[in-house]
Nanobody, 122 residues
Framework: QVQLVESGGDLVEPGGSLNLSCKIS????????ITWLRQAPGHQREDVAR????????????WYQESVKGRFTITKDNYSNTAYLQMHNRKPEDSATYYC???????????WGPGTRVSVSA
């Protein structure tokens, strides 16, 4: 059975860094494109960052939501079957539940994780 699980969420102060992980089990992460999304209470779920299956770029370039450009970094380690979202210079508006979405580049099947909660507050 394939499972996707996020981890690393925490209650943190503004500034500094926080690393989120997204680990797949039951299959290899190799053929999967990865998207990190987030959803704050009362708001719609939104894309935060995307990376291609080969860990390179998505279409013409690695994609980041404008509000996180220069602060967040998405990476993918196919050997450990884990994708990461590094959050730098945290802001209160980054508070949300963060989700990982994996989409198979060959057959299109996809998996969601249950999410990990990030709260940024002074």
């Amino acid at each position: 059975q394939v499972q996707l699980v996020e981890s690393g969420g925490d209650l943190v102060e503004p500034g500094g860094s926080l690393n989120l992980s997204c680990k797949i089990s039951g299959t290899s992460l190799n053929p999967y494109h990865i998207t990190w999304l987030r959803q704050a209470p009362g708001h719609q779920r939104e894309d935060v960052a995307r990376i291609t299956a080969d860990g390179d770029t998505w279409f013409e370039g690695a994609w980041y939501q404008e509000s996180v450009k220069g602060r967040f970094t998405i990476t993918k380690d196919n050997y450990s079957n884990t994708a990461y979202l590094q959050m730098h210079n945290r802001k209160p508006e980054d508070s949300a539940t963060y989700y990982c979405h994996a989409v198979n580049k060959y057959v299109g099947n996809s998996y969601w994780g249950p999410g990990t909660r990030v709260s940024v507050s002074a």
